[in-house]
């Protein structure tokens, strides 16, 4: 086995530039505390998505949707965005957000930079932002996410292993019509049990989309399960056939 290292690409870009200008210069781009640039990968449903290059906190997340990309989609809302990677906290289009020096902003006011993100309860994280609108569905989404964290995981730490599948095998039953409304909570709780107990961040990666997606759209969840189910335990039949109605 050989020894490996893995670099942050975009940490390797802004070497170049911190040469060239000289670290004194470079850290007069961006804002206070939050200096130089960043490439923000935006994806989902606006009209140009892309990598765009911004000074940080220099332009807001609305800045970013309007001016940067376009735009929504013709005649869609927001509904969501997830600012900063898969793994950051989703957003509410219709939340505010009380920062430290007492402004409430909304969400299309959020500067792009690392403190005003973490003072909203997310993070700027890697720069992925994914724009969701009023076509998407919330369960989809977050099965989408747990679908790819179980794939992901490593599986040396049981919380992380076990917890990734078995959030994807609930997030399953309940995009496929064949949840019940417990199974929001239970998922939940497979989740709280992952966050703080595995060896590396993954584990914290892996629960915080489930979290934050039944904290801020549990009706929503809840309302895509069956109540008549509620304390009926799903076959593994059932699973399979909900696989091929998400396939269809
Ligand atoms: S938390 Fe990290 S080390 Fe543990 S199983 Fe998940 S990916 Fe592997």
């Not at 989809?140 to 076990?162: K, M």
């Not at 069956?226 to 335990?233: A, P, R, Y």
């Amino acid at each position: 086995m050989s020894p490996t290292i893995v670099n942050n690409v975009e940490s390797l870009c802004h070497v170049k530039h911190i040469l060239q200008m000289g670290g004194a210069e470079y850290a007069k781009l961006g804002t206070p505390n939050n200096t130089g640039t960043r490439i923000l990968c935006v994806s989902g449903d606006v009209v140009n998505p892309g990598y765009y290059e911004v000074e940080v906190g220099k332009v807001t997340m609305g800045e970013v949707i309007n001016v940067l990309c376009g735009g929504l989609k013709p005649g869609r809302k927001l509904k969501a965005i997830i600012p900063g990677g898969s793994s950051s906290k989703v957003l509410r289009a219709d939340e505010t957000y009380k920062l430290k020096d007492g402004r409430e902003i909304g969400i299309m006011d959020i500067p792009m930079d690392f403190d005003t993100m973490a003072q909203c309860g997310t993070m700027a994280g890697s720069g992925g932002v994914i724009i969701m609108d009023d076509s998407r569905s919330m369960t989809w989404v977050i099965n989408n996410l747990n679908n790819f964290y179980a794939h992901e995981s490593c599986g040396q730490c049981t919380p992380c292993r076990e917890g990734s599948l078995w959030m994807k095998k609930i997030s399953d039953r309940i995009v496929g019509g064949t949840a019940s409304p417990d199974d929001v909570d239970t998922l939940e709780t497979v989740a709280n049990q992952i966050e703080g107990k595995t060896i590396c961040a993954f584990g914290e990666a892996a629960s915080w989309p489930t979290q934050s997606f039944i904290k801020k759209f549990r009706d929503e969840l809840k309302g895509d399960c069956k109540t008549e189910l509620t304390g009926k335990i799903v076959s593994d039949e059932g699973l399979v056939a909900s696989a091929k109605l998400v396939k269809a």
